[in-house]
C-alpha cells in the first residue's frame, strides 16, 4: 500500500482504513471471549482459528516483510489492530517476522519447504536464540553445530523458546567457530521442532505466557537447513530483530487495558474520581505517542529504510508506559485489582490483574529496556561505546 | 507532514529558513540578555521584516495563510533558540484579529490563555507586559483590548514579559464568543507544544554535547550507562512529541468532526489532541531540560552555562496556562464527558 507524500494527512487513506476495517471484521467474527480466556488459561498466546481465518482472506502473506502487498504499513496495522483487540497474537508474531526472514536470506528451497506453511496460517515458528547463561549478550551463544559429513550436529540448550511446544518450525542460533569473534561465529539453522533430539520443557512465567527451556542433543542436521550464511548468523539476526522491533505489536498494550480499566471505572463511578481521570488522560496520550511512533517506524521501514533505532525508541517508551499504567490502574482499583480473572468483584473482571503481571515482562521480551537504551545511546545519539561492552 | 509522517516540501523549506534564521540572529547570548524581561525588540524587529507575525493570519488580511503546521515547524525552531520574542501568542492572535498592524507586526498583540477574573483582569498574561493588544475571554465575550503595556514583568521563572492586564480598560472591542476563544486557545496549546519541542530537543543535543566532551576518571562521561541511559529515553519523548503536535495542527484544520474514541486508540478531534499535545511536550520539555541540565554537574545550575535557561523556560512557558495535571481533567472531560455526581464538585472548569 503506497503513502502518498506531500499532502498533510493523519488520516489513513481509504484502502487503508478498508484493510483495517477488514481486520476488525475477521477479529469480530472469529475470536470468542473463549479463545481470549484459553491463552490464559494455556499460557499459549495464540489463536489457530484467527491465523487461518486472516490466511484465508490473504492476510498473513500481504503482511509478511518484503512478501505483502504493503508490507511494513500493513504489518504495522494487522498487529495495531490485533494488539490493541487484545487477542492472542504472539504466535503469529513471530511466524510473520520469520517468514520474513526466510523470503529475505532463505534459499529457494527453504522458502518452498517453510513459507506456504506459515502463510497459510498453519504454522508456527519459535525461536531459540536466549541460552541459560546468554540472554542480552545473545552474541556469547554456546550450543554447537559441528560439521558432520555434508551435514551438522547440534548440542546444547536454549531458554525463552516460546511456543517450541505449538510450533513447526524452529530458528536456532549456533556457535559454528569457536576462534572466530564472538559475532562471527554463529550460524542460524531453521529445522523441523520434530526433528530427533529436540525436547522441550516448559518454563511458566508471572506474566501468564507458557514459554520454553528447549534442549538439543546430537541433533542431526543436512546443510540445507542453515539459514542464511555459515557464520553469517548475526547478520541473519539483525534482520529478524529490525522486522521485529517497533511494528509486530508491543507498541500499544496499553490500549485495552485503558479500554477494560475504564469501562470498569464508568461501572462503578470510580470515572469520576480526579486522580482516576488524571492518570486515564495521561495514559490515552501515551497510547496516541505510542501509536504515532510506530506509525513512524513502519513508514521508515515502507521507504526501505532499517528502523532499527526508532523501532528501539518505540519498544522502550511504549513497554515502560505499559507498565507505568497497568501499575496506576492496579492501584486506582484498589484490593478489587488484586483479584484474578472471572473472580467475583474483580477490576475490569480481573485483567487488570492480569496486566500487572504481564506488564513487567514487555520491558524485558525481545530486548530489555537496557539493552535497546545501549543502542540508542550509542548509536543514536553518538555516545561512546560504554566501559565493560566490547 | 503526510501520512508518512515527514514535513512536507513546504514545511522541510519552513524548518530550513527559520533554524537558520534563529541560529543567526537569536543565539541564546540573545535570550540571556534579554533578560530579566525576556524581550528583544531588535528581535522582533528581525521577526516583522521576514514577515513571520503574520505568516498564519487569513490572507484575505495580508495574512500568509499558512497552516497550523507550518507554524508549529516556526515554533520549534524558536524554542531551540528559546527566542526572547511572543511569536507564539501573536501568530494566535494575529489569526483572530487581522488587522493589518497585527499581521505586519507593528504592534505585537497577546492572548491572554486564562479568562479574566470577575473583576475583568488578566493574571500572568503571557507576553503581557509588552503586548499592544490582549486578546482573551472576559465573561462569555472573547474581546481585544489596545493599552499601554506596563513594559516590566515581575521577577518569574522563566524570565518570560508575563504582566497583569485589565480586561476593561483601554480600547475594547467584542471579536467573538467563548468557544472562538476556546479555539484559540486550543491553537496556542499547539504552537506552544511546537516551542516545548525545541526547548526538549535542543536540550538533548546540549546533554549529548557534554556528556561527550567532559571527562572524567579519564573517560567522556557519556560512556558511562547511568548517563547513557537517561539521555536515551529522551529522543522518544522528543519525536513523540514533535508527532503529536502535527496531528493536533494537522486536525485542527480539518473541517470534518473529530473523533474521541480513546477505547480504539483513535482519536481526530482538535480540541482533546490540542490538550495531548501540550501536556506532552510539556513533560517531554521538563524531562530533558532536567536530565540534561543533572547530567552537566555543578555546571548544570551554573547561570554560565545555557541549560539553566531552558530548564527555567521548559516548565515557565506552559505553566501560564494552569497546572498540567488539571489539564489533564480537561482533556478527561473531552475524551469521556465531564464527570457525574458527587465528584464533579473537585472538577476545574471555567463555567
Known amino acids: ?390 | 507532514m503526510s501520512v508518512d509522517l515527514e514535513l512536507s516540501d513546504d514545511q522541510t523549506l519552513i524548518r530550513g529558513l527559520f533554524t537558520a534564521f534563529f541560529a543567526r540572529e537569536a543565539p541564546t547570548s540573545v535570550a540571556r540578555a534579554s533578560e530579566p524581561l525576556g524581550f528583544d525588540p531588535v528581535l522582533w524587529e528581525r521577526i516583522r521584516e521576514i514577515g513571520a507575525p503574520g505568516m498564519g493570519a487569513p490572507a484575505v488580511c495580508g495574512g500568509g495563510g499558512a497552516a497550523l503546521g507550518d507554524l508549529v515547524v516556526v515554533t520549534e525552531a524558536l524554542g531551540r533558540s528559546i527566542a526572547p520574542v511572543p511569536l507564539v501568542e501573536h501568530l494566535v492572535a494575529a489569526r483572530l484579529l487581522g488587522t493589518p498592524d497585527v499581521v505586519a507586526g507593528d504592534v505585537l498583540a497577546t492572548l491572554a490563555v486564562r479568562p479574566a477574573t470577575v473583576r475583568g483582569r488578566w493574571r500572568l498574561v503571557p507576553a503581557g507586559a509588552v503586548g499592544d493588544v490582549v486578546v482573551g475571554l472576559d465573561g462569555d465575550e472573547l474581546v481585544s483590548v489596545r493599552s499601554t503595556p506596563p513594559g516590566k514583568a515581575p521577577a518569574n521563572h522563566a524570565s518570560a514579559p508575563l504582566a497583569d492586564r485589565d480586561a476593561r480598560t483601554g480600547a475594547r472591542e467584542v471579536i467573538g464568543t467563548r468557544a472562538e476563544f476556546e479555539r484559540a486557545r486550543d491553537e496556542w496549546k499547539v504552537l506552544l507544544a511546537g516551542a516545548l519541542v525545541g526547548i526538549a530537543s535542543a536540550a538533548l543535543d546540549l546533554g549529548v554535547a557534554y556528556a561527550k566532551s567532559r571527562q572524567q576518571f579519564g573517560v567522556p562521561i557519556g560512556s558511562f550507562q547511568a548517563v547513557q541511559h537517561g539521555l536515551a529515553d529522551l529522543p522518544a519523548l522528543v519525536d513523540g512529541a514533535r508527532l503529536l503536535a502535527h496531528k493536533a495542527a494537522w486536525a485542527g484544520e480539518r473541517t470534518e468532526p473529530g473523533r474521541c474514541d480513546a477505547d480504539d486508540n483513535d482519536v481526530t478531534d482538535f480540541s482533546a489532541l490540542a490538550s495531548m499535545a501540550f501536556l506532552f511536550a510539556t513533560d517531554a520539555a521538563a524531562r530533558a531540560t532536567d536530565r540534561s541540565l543533572h547530567f552537566h554537574g555543578g555546571y548544570g545550575f551554573s547561570a554560565e552555562y545555557d541549560i539553566q535557561l531552558y530548564y527555567r523556560r521548559a516548565r515557565g512557558w506552559p505553566l501560564v496556562l494552569d497546572d498540567p495535571g488539571r489539564e489533564c481533567l480537561r482533556l478527561a472531560d473531552r475524551l469521556w464527558g465531564p464527570p457525574t455526581g458527587a465528584a464533579a464538585m473537585h472538577a476545574p472548569g471555567e463555567r
Open chain 1, 1 to 390: 500500500m503506497h503513502l502518498e507524500s506531500g499532502d498533510v494527512d493523519f488520516e489513513l487513506p481509504p484502502p487503508m482504513q478498508e484493510y483495517r476495517r477488514q481486520i476488525k471484521r475477521i477479529i469480530a467474527e472469529t475470536v470468542t471471549p473463549a479463545d481470549i480466556d484459553l491463552q490464559h488459561e494455556t499460557g499459549t498466546f495464540n489463536c489457530p482459528a484467527l491465523n487461518r481465518a486472516l490466511a484465508e482472506h490473504g492476510l498473513i502473506e500481504r503482511a509478511v516483510p518484503g512478501l505483502g502487498v504493503g508490507d511494513p504499513i500493513e504489518l504495522w496495522m494487522l498487529f495495531n489492530e490485533l494488539e490493541k483487540a487484545a487477542v492472542p497474537m504472539d504466535g503469529l508474531g513471530v511466524a510473520v517476522m520469520i517468514a520474513g526472514v526466510v523470503n529475505h536470506v532463505g534459499t529457494e528451497w527453504q522458502q518452498e519447504q517453510i513459507l506456504p506453511s506459515i502463510l497459510g496460517g498453519e504454522a508456527l515458528v519459535c525461536m531459540g536464540l536466549s541460552e541459560p547463561d546468554n540472554g542480552s549478550d545473545l552474541a556469547s551463544a554456546t550450543t554447537r553445530a559441528v560439521r558432520d559429513g555434508d551435514g551438522w550436529v547440534i548440542n546444547g540448550a536454549k531458554m525463552w523458546t516460546t511456543m517450541a511446544h505449538a510450533a513447526r518450525w524452529l530458528v536456532l542460533l549456533t556457535r559454528t567457530d569457536l576462534d572466530a569473534p564472538k559475532h562471527r561465529g554463529l550460524t542460524m539453522f531453521i529445522l523441523p521442532t520434530d526433528t530427533p533430539g529436540i525436547t522441550v520443557e516448559p518454563v511458566l512465567t508471572m506474566g501468564t505466557e507458557r514459554t520454553n527451556a528447549t534442549f538439543y542433543d546430537d541433533v542431526r542436521v543436512g546443510d540445507e537447513w542453515v539459514l542464511g550464511d555459515v557464520n553469517g548468523g548475526w547478520q541473519v539476526l539483525g534482520v529478524a530483530l529490525a522486522f521485529e522491533r517497533g511494528v509486530m505489536g508491543g507498541t500499544n498494550p496499553a490500549v485495552p487495558l485503558l479500554r477494560r480499566f475504564g469501562a470498569w471505572a464508568r461501572a462503578t463511578g470510580v470515572v469520576n474520581d480526579p486522580i482516576t481521570r488524571e492518570r486515564m488522560a495521561r495514559v490515552a496520550i501515551d497510547n496516541e505517542v505510542a501509536a504515532l511512533l510506530t506509525q513512524r517506524t513502519a513508514s521508515i521501514a515502507a521507504r526501505g529504510g532499517l528502523p532499527g533505532l526508532e523501532g528501539s525508541m518505540t519498544k522502550v517508551f511504549a513497554s515502560e508506559a505499559y507498565v507505568k499504567a497497568a501499575h496506576w490502574f492496579q492501584e486506582l482499583a484498589g484490593p478489587d485489582g488484586l483479584l484474578q480473572l472471572h473472580e467475583p468483584g474483580a477490576a475490569a473482571d480481573g485483567w487488570i490483574e492480569a496486566d500487572a503481571r504481564h506488564a513487567p515482562v514487555t520491558t524485558i521480551q525481545g530486548g530489555t529496556s537496557e539493552i535497546n537504551r545501549n543502542n540508542i545511546a550509542e548509536r543514536h545519539l553518538g555516545l561512546p561505546r560504554s566501559a565493560g561492552r566490547e
